[in-house]
Structures are given as C-alpha cells and as structure tokens.
C-alpha cells in the first residue's frame, strides 16, 4: 500500500526493536496515498519523551507536546508521543495534554479525516475513513465540525488550504461550521492567518480557495477589502468587463501565469481601491473608477502591515498594485518606457506582465494584443541601453587615461555628460563610440 523510504523504515525498526509502537502519521500518509512526494515525516509512538531520547541521544526537545526531533542526515523527523488534548484556550493552544494508550485515541483529536491516518509500515490505521475521504476528494473534519475549529480556529483556514492545495471539496458540515465559526479567526495571529492565505495563494487552485474563503465568510475577516469588492459592478457602457470587481480579481488570480505568490495575491488586490473609487453616471450608466490604483496602493499598505508581511514582500506587493495601470502604446518613447522600468524595477517586469495577463482573462479580454506583445519587445530593447552612469561600457578610468586628467569631480561630470548623449539617443554604448566622443573639442569642458 505505502513503500517507505529506507531512512524512514530503519527509524522505526530501532523502535520496533525495542517494543515500542511507532507510525507515521498526518500529511505524510496522505501524500503517501495520493502518490505525492513528501519531505515532512511525523510520527507518533508509544514510548515517552525521555524514551525517545534514549533512543537516539542526539535528539531534542524543548515543547510542552513531547515532540523529539532526530536529525538524519538532511532531515529532521519530529517523533511525538500518543497524546490527548483538552480544555482549548484561545482558540488555538490545548491547556491539558496527556499521553494516550493507543493511536486510535491520537489520530481522535486530529483535524481532519483525511489527516488523521497512521501506518506502521504494513498496515494503515484509519479508523475516520480518511482513505475514503480521500478517494472521494473530500475535506471533513475527525468527529463534530463544531468542536474541531472551536478547538483551534487555525482549522478554518487550514480546511480551505488542504482543498485548495489537493483540488477537493469541503463537506456540507464541515462548511456550514467554518460558515458558523468564522469569527473565530480574528483570535488567530497575524503571521498565522498570512501563512495559511500565502498557501492557499501558491496552490495549485488559488482561485477556489479565495472562493472557499468568501463563501464561507472568512475573507470577511480577513481580506474585509476585496470581500467588499464583489458588492461593487462593473459591467456598463464603453466598458469591456464582464464581471463585478470581486469575481474579476479571482478571476484574474485564476489565469494569473505566476507561481510566485506575492504576484499572485497583487494580482488578486490590483482592484480593490475600485471599492471607494467608484461612480455611475446617471444619464449615461457608464461606470468609473478614476484614482482606484492610487487608493489601492494604500489599502495593500495597509494589508502588508495588518498581515505582518516582510519589508521585501510588501515592497514588491505595493509596487505591482501601484503600477497596473500603465499604459501599453505603440506611440511610447524610449524615455517613457525607461521611466515605466525605473518605477517598477527591472527585478518586477515579468510579475508586473503576468498580473496584466491576469488582469486582461479576468476580464473576458484576450490573453494579449499586439500592442503588449511590441512593449514587451520594446522593454526587452530599451534595457540594452544604459540606465544609470555606471552601465557606460567606459568608467571613470578610461575618462582620465584618454584625457590625461586627475581625479577630481571633472571626471564625473564628463560622464554625466556622456550619459545624457547615449540616453538621448545621440551616441551608441559603445567603447569606441564613447571615447571618440569624449576627444571632441570642447566636450570635456566643464563648469
């Protein structure tokens, strides 16, 4: 049924032999059954912490849980002991923990079914048909939905993250409880909550994941932003949309061609300044949202600090979000299109392309034109020329051994100078043609 790894069967033979219970249990089983790889080995045992570390005297633990970690070799397996859990604080943190007698009583307390499978290397422990479950694509939660996400309302968003991530469906009661206890998230940490909605974000269905998360009135919660985007149409006159701006931003997270999950999340917030921003003509019914980028860019501010992201994360979510709307023309200038790269930075060109790609499916256009594609040839050529001082193919260096000068602040000035003719077009960035310019009478004049 399962074939373990070698490193993994040695592991639990050293506990075998010594007459103790061992399983791997949790996502790894899972991914076992679905024939997906998997780097994240736990296990649970009936031998004790101080047992486990008799065992293996390199191991460690420092945790209320009882987890051992033991390295092997570019692994480190976490071994717990069976245990219970009772009286939940906080909706996340059990006050009592107990070792349990059998694995049966572990994989109780479990989250969901389809976690809460053990193997013992020949036979598989499923005592919450999580197997079944499996082959049905279906996400349930081990006994009373009610219980479960009450117990740790991490749950809720873990449940829309395993159906994102594997393509199945959440069961009707186990939905109808997150529906019931969504609220409970706001109890969740910050970093906690921008976790899980990064993995639901990098899933292979991020697009039915936010799904998930707005029809079960958590994105309430946690995006209150784009949940109140679907309340906002878009359809009108002159107008080449075809959804409200909520469906439009899935939408375009949807056909979003990233992997990365910081451009997919900027592509599904590109629009949610268009909340604030909108208005009706009332003779014509044509609808604008002038400005939305301006009021966006400072709600994906604030989206970044609530979450908690990285400086770098935030940067880079900030700049997409601000920028969208540039403008595609076969009109553009060189020195437009310079400006376009210095604002968005050459390291985001590509996310800034694949959210218009996005951006345009989302909203029933084409994937491209012709006028995306030439500025997409455009951006590729204007970057072969310099765009800052020291991108000259001469330095400082060549200034002074051509034009037998000391260094000193004439030095830079003459490559200002230089500069200013390559980005005008007037010369060529090239060696020969540079120090040919720099001879001229009267160039290297500088005041």
């Not at 899980?196 to 707005?214: N, T």
Request: aromatic content about 8%.
């Amino acid at each position: 049924m399962i074939k373990l790894p070698s490193s993994i069967s040695r592991l639990m033979q050293v506990f075998r032999d010594h007459r103790y219970q061992i399983y791997v249990v949790g996502g790894a089983v899972r991914d076992a059954l679905l024939d997906l790889a998997s780097d994240n080995w736990d296990f649970a045992t009936s031998a004790t912490p101080e047992q486990i570390q008799q065992l293996f005297p390199d191991s460690f633990y420092h945790n209320q849980y009882g987890t051992v970690s033991v390295p092997s070799q570019k692994l480190i397996f976490e071994i717990t002991p069976f245990r219970q859990e009772s009286d939940y604080r906080d909706a996340r943190h059990p006050r009592q923990i107990r070792w349990a007698k059998t694995i049966e009583q572990d994989l109780s307390r479990r989250d969901f079914t389809v976690n809460a499978m053990a193997f013992d290397g020949k036979t598989l422990v499923d005592p919450w048909h999580g197997a079944d479950h499996l082959r049905e694509k279906k996400i349930k939660t081990v006994g009373d939905p009610f219980q479960r996400f009450r117990e740790d309302g991490l749950r809720l968003m873990r449940a829309v993250r395993l159906a994102a991530q594997l393509g199945f469906f959440i069961e009707e009661s186990t939905r109808q409880a997150i529906r019931d206890n969504a609220q409970l998230i706001e109890k969740i940490s910050a970093e906690r909550v921008r976790d899980e909605l990064m993995k639901i974000i990098a899933s292979p269905h991020p697009a039915d994941g936010v799904l998930f998360l707005h029809n079960t009135g958590l994105l309430h919660y946690i995006l209150p932003e784009l949940e109140a985007c679907f309340s906002v149409p878009q359809k009108s006159p002159k107008r080449h949309h075809i959804f409200d701006v909520g469906t439009h931003a899935v939408m375009a997270l949807k056909h979003c061609p990233s992997a990365d999950p910081v451009t997919r999340l900027a592509t599904l917030l590109h629009d949610i300044g268009k909340v604030q921003t909108f208005r009706k003509d009332a003779k014509t019914g044509l609808i604008t949202f002038y400005n939305h980028e301006v009021v966006g860019t400072r709600l994906v501010e604030k989206i970044a600090q609530r979450l908690k992201f990285s400086n770098q994360d935030k940067a880079k979510l900030v700049t997409l979000v601000k920028y969208h709307q540039f403008t595609v023309t076969e009109v553009a200038t060189d020195k437009a299109i310079r400006r376009f790269i210095r604002q968005v930075g050459k390291e985001n060109l590509n996310a800034m392309l694949d959210l218009r790609t996005g951006d345009r499916i989302g909203s029933g256009a084409k994937p491209t034109s012709w006028r995306l594609e030439l500025f997409k040839k455009r951006l590729v050529e204007v970057q072969k020329e310099p765009f800052k001082v020291t991108d000259l193919k001469i330095n400082g260096h060549d200034v002074m051994e051509t034009l037998r000068l000391s260094p000193g602040p004439a030095v830079g000035q003459i490559l200002a100078k230089v500069f200013a003719r390559v980005v005008d077009g007037q010369v060529k960035n090239q060696k020969p043609d540079l120090i040919k310019l720099i001879k001229q009478p009267g160039f290297s004049t500088v005041h």
